[in-house]
């Protein structure tokens, strides 16, 4: 079994700054694209951003310029560094795998984001 563990959550204030992290363990397997995927209460899971192996990079709009999605070199950890946080950012974050099969996905457990002053 593969496990992808998310951890750096926490509260914040407006502006601050959080970096969430990604490691997998367990089963060793090849991930193709790791992406952080976010959902706030009562609304619908959200992708934040993703990476691919070539290093491109995708945003949504709603982060694009104040978070970033970086992955280590053996490519089974990725990271999200959050700036300029907004309440608007609070939200349960999840981490996401696609095996090198682009079949088989891994979701983390979450780890929870709050903003506020």
């Known amino acids: 079994q593969v496990q992808l563990v998310e951890s750096g959550g926490g509260s914040v204030q407006p502006g601050g700054s959080l970096r969430l992290s990604c490691a997998a363990s367990g089963r060793i397997v090849s991930f193709w694209a790791m992406a952080w995927y976010r959902q706030a209460p009562g609304k619908q899971r959200e992708l934040v951003a993703r990476?691919?192996?070539?290093?491109?990079?995708d945003y949504s709009d709603s982060v694009k310029g104040r978070f970033t999605i970086s992955r280590s070199r053996a490519g089974t950890s990725a990271y999200l560094q959050m700036n300029n946080l907004q309440p608007a950012d609070t939200a349960i974050y999840y981490c996401y795998a696609l095996g090198d099969n682009k079949v088989t996905d891994y979701w983390g457990q979450g780890t929870q984001v709050t903003v506020a002053s």
């Open positions: 990476i691919i192996p070539n290093g491109q990079t």
